[in-house]
Structure formats: structure tokens, C-alpha cells
């Protein structure tokens, strides 16, 4: 059966096809923990082979500019440079080659390839928030919040939370607490303490 | 460009959530101030495989336990001082109610469970769906995706799937898909569990130190306990990945399980000796004369036997020889002839 060799996560027991595909819980054979499969038809498929490269037949054809002895298939939409079905690396619509890849990867420019980001927001929210619990540290924390919201306002943020809010939270909390400490150190300078 | 979709989870390892892409789901797990991203491709979604787990039933007997002993600390007050106070019924009432309240929201949101993810070249678990009920939502949101994404069965799959399953007996090594050793587990000798067990077994000669000289006997006495507790700590955050039996897993939860009940139990006391005018007692100087605490002392002590002794059984024969043949965790270990 191609493909379908599924196992149970924790002991690693084969799990049978008849109880894969049952869609009710059934005892894993090894640890005879209570476990359901939901199969889906990629189970039962080969995965499909890479494309092999063309060799090129007449020295007139457009090269691969990795390969210079494979034929060209596409060229790469970040650079312009032919490349063979083997330097193909096709992102969504997009077809890019090894480098653009890397580039793309490094700058974090596209979703698809991003696999961390730093979350400036949640830093700056938390910078404002949690000195508050040692209230003279915000003398220095409210400064260093505002700055750190600033910088990453236009750096890209969290995939999945569009919204800058965190950020404006941040920097509105910072501002309160300079506003506190202005008005007091106003006041001490009028002698009111 | 995400939806949301349902089951979150707040653990050491992060804040997990999962959301729904165009073409695939995105697990998204937040650690302190970065956001790491898993994705798994609709297309390549193999299975996704829900395990029971007694999570649930573990944190039942957890606040059930802690229930029955506020309870009975409130009764045992109520009943002992000669006239009843208005401040211990709505301190006992509160107590209760603190723990009473995760107990029912435990029972309401029903089973636990572990879900994972199965794709060609990964079994990854989703640690945002720790209940039955989310894992289901998760599932009917996702299956028409993954449906319009792979299409239907073929009646060519049906028949494979409706084939009786292979013989295991008759299986050679050779058929065990690769996968399957490549994802092995750790093998451990056992030998901090060894370790636990001793110090569960020194409970007896210590607590026999405390009684015969209370004075520096407290003392080492604490030491022991607070020794136990790391270890145990220690012990249950190292077996993770191994292939230790389910017997031997449950040593170190099970030690601090008793060494909770036992602070617990010392606390609540000390708490009701403080309330009868025995102050001593509540700031944490427990006077081996007061008969309660040397029946709780004596409790105590033969739970760890037990419980070094149920060890030492599960340690025999571990870990099995060279020759012995490859067992899942979870079953009993094999003890020589």
C-alpha cells in the first residue's frame, strides 16, 4: 500500500488500515490507548518524483544559468535568470531561483517564507506594563517603551495579528506614566512636596 | 490573509494557536517576544490522529482530592470548636468554592486529548488542542479543505482500505516502514528513577530520626523532603521521549502527587492549630508531641514505602538485556527467570 504506513504517535505501533478508516476510536495495538484516524487520500498516494533537469540538445537552446549543460524550463521571477526544472522552486504562483529564495527568506518579505518574527508589539506592551509593579522603574521604562513601539511600527509584525494596537496601547501607557512623572517632578519643583 | 480556528493553549513551551491560510494550517506558537510559524500544506495532510489522553481524569482526582480535604478541614473545624464562627463558614466556603469552580470547569469541557498532524515526512503533534470537543471543531473546519485540496477516494483506496490488515507475526524487520526507527525513542536506564526510589525508602529511617531527636531531626527531615521534590521534579522532566513503561513514568508524579498531599495536609492543620490558639503550629514548627502530626508524620512514611517499594518491583529487570525483544512503552517490564 503506498504511502499509508501510519503509526501511533507515542509508541509507534503500525495502526492498521481497517481501524485508519473506520473514523471511530479504536485501541492502539501497542499502548492500547483510546485513538481515532481521520485517512485522507494522500495516504494512499506515492508522493510524486522531482522533475530531472533536460539536458540541452542544440548549444542555441536557453541554458539553466546553475546548469549550463541543462536546458532551461522557466526563468526566475525575482532575477530574470533561466533556470532548469531542477532550480525551479515554485512559491504560490511565483517561480524563483535558489538565491532569490535565500533573499526573500532573509528579508522576511514574503509570508510563505517566514517561519519566526519578532514581536516588537508584545515587547513594547510589556516594557510599558510590567515595571509598573516597581513604579520607579518607569522613570526609565516609559522612554525605553515608546522607543521600542517606535522602531518596530514599521517593521513586520506577527503574521497572523494584523492590527497595531499593542503598539498604541504601549506607547499610550508610556505617555500616561511620563505625564506622572512630569506633573511630579513639576510639582516638587514648586515645593508642593 | 488568516482565520482563526479553534483550540489555544498557554504552556511553557508558548502561547499555541492555530489559523487557517489559503492553502494550508498555520500553527503559530508564541514564545516570550517572537512568534515561530509551523505550516502543514492541505494537500499533503496524510491523516490527523486524536489519542484519548487521562489528562482529564489526572486533574479530576488532582481538585476531587484537594475538594474532599477542604471540605473535610472545614467539617473537622466546625466540628472540634465549641462554638461556630462566622468567618471560618465563609473561609471554608471560599476555599471551597477556589477549588470546587476548576474541578466543574474540568468535568464541563469534557475529555482530553492529544491531536496530531501526519503528513510523508512528519507526525506532528498540534498542542493547541488539548480537548476532544475543540479537536472535533478543528476537524470540521479543516476537512472540507483538505477534501477540495486531495479530492475523494478512489475506489482503488477503498479497496486497499477495506483490505484485511497484514499479519504483524509474519512481518520482517525490513517491512516496518522506515519512519518508524527513524523516530525511536530515548533509550534510559532507569538510573535517576533508582535514585527516586532511594530516597523514598530513606522516608523511614529519617522519620525515625525526627521522632527520636526532634530538634535537628526537623531539619534533615525538610532537607529530605525538598530533596525528594527536585528529584522527582528532575526525574519526570528527564523520562519525556524515553522508553521507560508506563509503571516507571508514574514513580515521579506519583512521589509529588504524596508530597503535595502531605504539604497540603500539614498546612491545612497548621492552619486549623493556629485558629485554636496553637500559633506554633501555623508558623510552620511542627511539634512532634501533637498527636495529629505524628499520625500524619507516620501516613506519610509508610505511603513512600509504598510507593519505593512499587519502584523497586518496576526496576526489576530494567532495562532489559541485549536480547530481549523490543516492547512499547506503557506495558509492564520483563523481570528475569
Not at chain 1, 510524486?48 to 541554458?63: Q, R
Not at chain 1, 549543460?69 to 532550480?87: E, I, Y
Not at chain 1, 528579508?107 to 517566514?114: D, H, I, K, R, T
Request: aromatic fraction near 8%; include cysteine.
Amino acid at each position: 500500500m503506498p504511502g499509508l504506513s501510519l503509526t501511533c504517535p507515542q509508541c509507534r505501533a503500525p495502526l492498521g488500515a481497517a481501524e485508519s478508516a473506520s473514523g471511530v476510536f479504536h485501541p492502539c495495538p501497542g499502548c492500547a490507548a483510546p485513538t481515532r484516524v481521520r485517512l485522507y487520500p494522500a495516504a494512499l498516494r506515492a508522493l510524486a518524483a522531482g522533475a530531472a533537469a533536460e539536458p540541452l540538445v542544440v548549444e542555441s537552446e536557453a541554458a539553466c544559468f546553475y546548469h549550463p549543460q541543462k536546458r532551461a524550463a522557466v526563468h526566475c521571477q525575482g532575477c530574470g535568470r533561466f533556470l532548469c526544472s531542477l532550480c525551479d522552486v515554485q512559491i504560490g504562483l511565483e517561480h524563483l531561483c535558489p538565491g532569490c529564495l535565500d533573499a526573500r527568506r532573509a528579508q522576511g518579505s514574503q509570508a510563505e517564507l517566514v517561519r519566526q518574527r519578532p514581536l516588537y508589539d508584545s515587547a513594547a506592551l510589556m516594557i510599558a506594563l510590567v515595571p509598573l509593579l516597581l513604579w520607579p522603574l518607569t522613570f526609565i521604562t516609559a522612554p525605553a517603551a515608546i522607543a521600542v513601539a517606535l522602531y518596530g511600527w514599521s517593521k513586520p509584525g506577527s503574521l497572523v495579528r494584523g492590527s497595531r494596537i499593542r503598539l498604541l496601547l504601549a506607547i499610550g501607557f508610556s505617555l500616561l506614566q511620563i505625564l506622572g512623572w512630569t506633573l511630579a517632578i513639576a510639582a516638587i519643583l514648586r515645593g508642593a512636596f | 490573509m488568516y482565520r482563526r480556528l479553534p483550540g489555544r493553549s498557554l504552556a511553557f513551551t508558548g502561547y499555541h494557536r492555530l489559523y487557517q491560510g489559503p492553502d494550508h494550517l498555520l500553527l503559530a506558537s508564541e514564545t516570550g517576544f517572537s512568534e515561530r510559524y509551523k505550516r502543514f500544506f492541505f494537500r499533503d495532510v496524510q491523516a490527523m490522529v486524536l489519542r484519548e489522553s487521562k489528562a482529564q481524569w489526572v486533574w479530576n482526582a488532582i481538585w476531587g482530592g484537594l475538594l474532599l480535604l477542604c471540605l473535610a478541614v472545614w467539617a473537622l473545624a466546625l466540628g472540634l470548636s465549641s462554638s461556630v464562627e462566622v468567618g471560618w463558614l465563609v473561609f471554608g466556603g471560599i476555599m471551597t468554592a477556589l477549588v470546587a469552580a476548576p474541578l466543574a470547569v474540568n468535568v464541563l469541557l469534557g475529555p482530553t486529548c492529544h491531536c496530531y498532524v501526519v503528513t510523508a515526512v512528519q507526525t506532528e503533534r498540534l498542542p493547541c488542542l488539548k480537548r476532544l470537543k475543540t479537536a472535533e471543531r478543528l476537524l470540521q473546519a479543516i476537512e472540507p479543505l483538505i477534501d477540495s485540496a486531495q479530492g475523494a477516494f478512489s475506489e482503488q483506496d477503498l479497496a486497499l482500505l477495506s483490505a484485511p490488515p497484514p499479519d504483524p507475526a509474519r512481518e520482517t524487520p525490513s517491512a516496518v516502514p522506515p519512519r518508524i526507527h527513524e523516530a525511536g525513542l530515548r533509550a534510559d536506564s532507569g538510573r535517576l528513577h533508582r535514585w527516586l526510589v532511594g530516597f523514598l525508602l530513606a522516608d523511614l529511617p529519617f522519620t525515625t530520626l525526627v521522632f527520636l531527636a526532634p530538634s535537628w531531626g526537623y531539619v534533615v527531615g525538610t532537607l529530605l523532603f525538598s530533596a525528594t521534590a527536585i528529584l522527582a521534579i528532575v526525574v519526570a522532566a528527564r523520562q519525556r521521549g524515553t522508553n521507560l513503561p508506563g509503571t516507571l513514568r508514574a514513580l515521579p508524579w506519583l512521589t509529588l502527587a504524596l508530597l503535595a498531599a502531605h504539604q497540603i495536609s500539614a498546612v491545612a492543620y497548621a492552619v486549623f492549630a493556629g485558629a485554636q490558639g496553637r500559633p506554633g503550629l501555623l508558623m510552620g514548627m511542627l511539634a512532634m508531641e501533637d498527636p495529629m502530626v505524628r499520625g500524619m508524620s507516620v501516613v506519610s512514611t509508610v505511603l513512600s514505602l509504598l510507593l519505593g517499594v512499587f519502584g523497586m518491583v518496576n526496576l526489576r529487570g530494567w532495562p532489559p538485556g541485549p536480547g530481549a525483544p523490543p516492547r512499547p512503552p506503557g506495558s509492564a517490564p520483563q523481570t528475569p527467570p
